[in-house]
């Protein structure tokens, strides 16, 4: 974000140098010192680490930085204008449907002249292209609103995700120590010939759980290396929470999923019994593949 605020600093900086307080548009609106107001609130915002009240308050002092460009660098608004619909019409996107329309329309706008109307004089005519591009800026100004509005609905929804993921880790961590503490026995496995995983855990449940728990751990980072490109580029999640905080989750769904497994294995409800521990230390480890899960459901949470 640090850098967001310096380049639109510069930019901000560059437009006031180039405006004037005779151009139609400065006369009808001041939008100078409300833009230079909220950027300072961004960066205060910034200094506090308040992200989320930075990027609105940056947001919000670049819709009213369109003012300037509607006025001494059209050809910019224009650009930002098709930037911004093309952006509507992408679904990747996630918008709404009556925020999609909504933007579409204001931004497809084109104005019909009435049949019966007369040509209007000169004088008239200066006055309706200034009222027309005023009009238009406020249009471009609505749908940049309604972008905004949508992001900040989704980063919104990050936050929660992300403390959500927080307790949810911590509590799974907990119950990990805790079923060690317990020092519940090693499930009763048949071992046939000399099985090195069995002769190293069957008498030991502190290993063998920890085992148990590190095959899962494993298969986990394995998923997370095997996923990494498609994920990057096909997620909807955004960056800022497929970070530590959902590595970590990963990692414990992995743990978590390989305890169960194990336990669910050993209780003959599928009348199978494993012959060796290899065998149980193996589904461990494929179990620690449940962390996709995880991934499907926050996309899920964030599209909805």
């Known amino acids: 974000m640090k850098i967001a605020l310096i380049v639109f600093e510069k930019e901000l900086e560059s437009l006031k140098n180039n405006a004037d307080d005779i151009s139609e548009i400065s006369k009808n609106v001041e939008w100078r010192s409300p833009a230079e107001g909220l950027l300072k609130n961004a960066k205060q915002a910034a200094k506090n680490n308040d992200t989320e009240k930075g ?7 670049d819709r009213f930085m369109h003012f300037g460009l509607a006025e001494h660098a059209p050809e910019l608004l224009i650009s930002k204008e098709k930037s911004y ?3 509507a019409k992408d679904e990747k996107k996630g918008l709404s449907k009556w925020r999609r329309d909504s933007i579409i329309e204001l ?19 200066e006055i309706d292209e200034s009222k027309k591009k005023l009009i238009r800026v406020y249009r471009v100004i609505e749908a940049k609103r309604l972008l905004d509005e949508h992001f900040d609905n989704v ?5 929660i995700i992300k403390n959500r993921l927080k307790w949810l880790s911590g509590i799974g961590f907990l119950a990990i120590v805790l079923w060690l503490i317990l020092y519940l026995p090693v499930p009763i496995i048949q071992s046939e010939g000399n099985d090195p995983f069995g002769i190293a855990l069957a008498n030991n449940p502190i290993k063998f759980w920890l085992a148990i728990v ?4 494993l298969g986990s980072i394995l998923s997370s290396f095997t996923s990494a490109i498609g994920y990057e580029k096909g997620t909807s999640i955004p960056s800022e929470l497929s970070s530590n905080v959902l590595a970590f989750a990963r990692l ?6 390989a305890i169960v ?3 669910f294995l050993t209780a003959e409800i599928l009348n199978f019994q494993p012959k060796n521990y290899a065998f149980i230390l193996a589904v461990a480890i494929v179990s620690g593949f449940s962390d996709r899960f995880l991934i499907s459901a ?4 964030i599209k909805s």
């Open 107 to 125: 931004l497809d706008f084109k104005e019909e002249k009435e049949p019966n109307e007369s040509e209007p004089s000169e004088i008239n005519k």
């Open 298 to 301: 926050i996309e899920k949470m």
């Open 55 to 61: 990027w609105r308050c940056l947001k919000a002092a």
């Open 252 to 257: 414990m769904v992995g743990a978590l999923s």
């Open 261 to 263: 497994i194990t336990v």
């Open 214 to 217: 590190f095959a899962g751990i």
């Open 85 to 87: 619909l093309i952006e």
């Open 155 to 159: 980063y919104q929804k990050q936050s």
